[in-house]
């Protein structure tokens, strides 16, 4: 998840040019040049250590944007959109659940197609909005509008554990040439995942499934 960075308002003057989803990012770091706010979202180069990047394949996903309850516009309603491109930065808008009255389709390399229908959520004005403040809440959802997550699953065998291999054991470390030494008790505990030649860790699986988020306007499972 994210907070948006920018206020957001899809309206139809704007459907021939991008519309992005801006991440909060940090106070400290304006540019965003080391904090990138959306990078957990799909279709980011996460780079992963040096010389390791992700190359994700062309696709698209859909986030919903979540107005707080004091938002001074359409307040706890959400925003449907499906974007198709990453940067860590911000998200492209694809498409937007919008109401029947702005509805434009865009023209190759313009804007946002404006749909009253998105994945299987047609637009209800009691629930939706195209007005976001900035610090509304962005997350992952499915085509469906239900919140998407991701839980780690752990096999046989796929953990290390270090507990008890050593304990309470005395060490001594010596400085300045053994004139000073430090003497004291360590005792080894924690777990790792098992990883193989080739730094895989095998029994060790993510899962994607669909939850929920207490006290919003999302649909549930």
Not at 141 to 169: E, H, K, M, Q
Request: with cysteine; hydrophobic share 40%.
């Amino acid at each position: 998840m994210a907070r948006l960075g920018a206020d957001l308002a899809i309206v139809t003057a704007s459907y021939n040019t991008a519309q992005y989803i801006y991440g909060g990012g940090s106070d400290y770091d304006a540019n965003d040049i080391l904090v990138k706010p959306t990078k957990w979202f799909p279709q980011y180069a996460y780079k992963f250590q040096a010389g390791v990047t992700l190359s994700p394949a062309a696709d698209s996903f859909y986030v919903a944007i979540i107005n707080p309850p004091n938002a001074a516009v359409d307040p706890n309603k959400y925003g449907f959109y499906k974007c198709n491109a990453n940067d860590g930065v911000k998200l492209t808008i694809e498409s937007a659940l919008v109401d029947g009255t702005t509805v434009v389709a865009h023209a190759a390399g313009a804007g946002p197609s404006l749909v009253t229908t998105l994945g299987s959520v047609a637009w209800n004005a009691a629930k939706h909005s195209n007005t976001h403040a900035t610090n509304s809440l962005v997350v992952l959802v499915g085509s469906d509008a239900v919140p998407l997550f991701t839980s780690l699953i752990l096999g046989a065998a796929s953990a290390r554990r270090g507990y008890g291999a050593v304990r309470n054991g005395r060490a001594v470390q010596e400085h300045e040439g053994g004139f000073v030494r430090d003497v004291y008790f360590k005792t080894v505990f924690g777990q790792a995942p098992r990883t193989n030649r080739l730094g895989r860790a095998p029994g060790v699986l993510t899962l994607q499934h669909k939850g929920m988020y207490a006290g919003t306007p999302l649909p549930t499972p």
